[in-house]
């Protein structure tokens, strides 16, 4: 089990109690791996090899991007205004719990 994804979850359901995890109306992420596969809610896969973290909230999404290199890339789709504040606060979340994740063995 990954610790750094299930904590990212946890608190991402308590922050968003009445709106995580209702896809189209929501808010919900997707995990990728380096080969392409998705997760959603399972924290069950090598959290070392994530490329990719969307974050989809009301049919707004933005991609995070970790590096590993104490860096991540963000990219933000079109948002609307009004579900800004849903989708940084959602953002500094994953953000805070992927800079837990122990990369040096990978880069060696």
């Known amino acids: 089990m990954n610790k750094n994804m299930e904590n990212m979850i946890t608190e991402l359901k308590n922050e968003f109690p009445k709106i995580y995890d209702r896809v189209n109306h929501g808010l919900y992420m997707l995990v990728i791996d380096e080969d392409g596969k998705i997760y959603e809610d399972e924290p ?59 990369q040096k063995e990978s880069w060696l």
Do not use: M, W
């Open 44 to 102: 069950d896969f090598d959290e070392k090899i994530v490329e990719e973290i969307q974050i989809i909230y009301n049919g707004n999404t933005v991609s995070v991007y970790p590096n590993y290199i104490d860096k991540c890339s963000i990219r933000f789709f079109t948002v609307k205004y009004e579900d800004l504040d849903v989708i940084t606060k959602a953002v500094a979340i994953v953000g805070k719990h992927l800079k837990n994740i122990d």
